[in-house]
């Protein structure tokens, strides 16, 4: 089943899911990782560019996955009507913040007026590049939005775990294509 339904989500908005969780993570790690790198370390400008290929398909894949949620059904919210304004909330900030992550990532690489090559098979032109500060300012932004990201993410996947051993509800096993509980 590619689109979702009433009850379970669709295989399209799954591996949207998976896909951008996984790397948010990665992207959060290896740029985690790359603050350590000094100017000769053999991973300087290698580790950069794969963060930033990867950022740009994360943002591919956002921008498709916004369209998706929005001409597509999706499964009733469970839980307590706190549960449902709150995870309403939730998906909006980690929206928020994912937008805000990838435009500053954008920001902070196009600075000096380059473009952002993406695997070497194409690459997106610097638009904004003479902001006073502007690589500074936008380092700031993308760290602490990034820390953020990664830290209502994982207060969704524990809201989630929640969801399916305290509530003992279908909202954690929807996202994995089934509509009910063994």
């Known amino acids: ?33 790359m603050l350590t790198l000094t100017y000769y370390d053999q991973w300087y400008r290698l580790g950069p560019w794969w963060h930033k290929s ?27 009507k706190l549960e449902v304004v709150g995870a309403k909330i939730g998906h909006g900030l980690l929206y928020l913040l994912l937008f805000t992550v990838m435009i500053s990532g954008y920001l902070i690489s196009t600075a000096d007026g380059s473009s952002i090559s993406v695997f070497d098979l194409f690459s997106i032109p610097a638009t904004l590049s003479d902001i006073p500060g502007q690589e500074d300012i936008a380092g700031e932004v993308h760290w602490y939005s990034a ?36």
Do not use: E
Request: hydrophobic share 55%; net charge positive.
């Open 1 to 33: 089943m590619l689109q979702n339904s009433q009850q379970r989500y669709g295989l399209v908005s799954i591996i949207i899911h998976w896909l951008s969780a996984v790397i948010v993570f990665g992207l959060f790690a290896l740029g985690w990782w």
């Open 147 to 182: 820390l953020a990201l990664v830290i209502l993410a994982g207060g969704h996947a524990l809201a989630a775990l929640k969801h399916h051993f305290i509530n003992r509800d279908t909202t954690l096993i929807r996202m994995f294509g089934k509509s009910k509980r063994k």
């Open 54 to 80: 990867f950022g740009i398909c994360l943002l591919i894949i956002t921008i498709l996955r916004v369209l998706w949620v929005i001409t597509s059904t999706k499964p009733a919210p469970q839980g307590t």
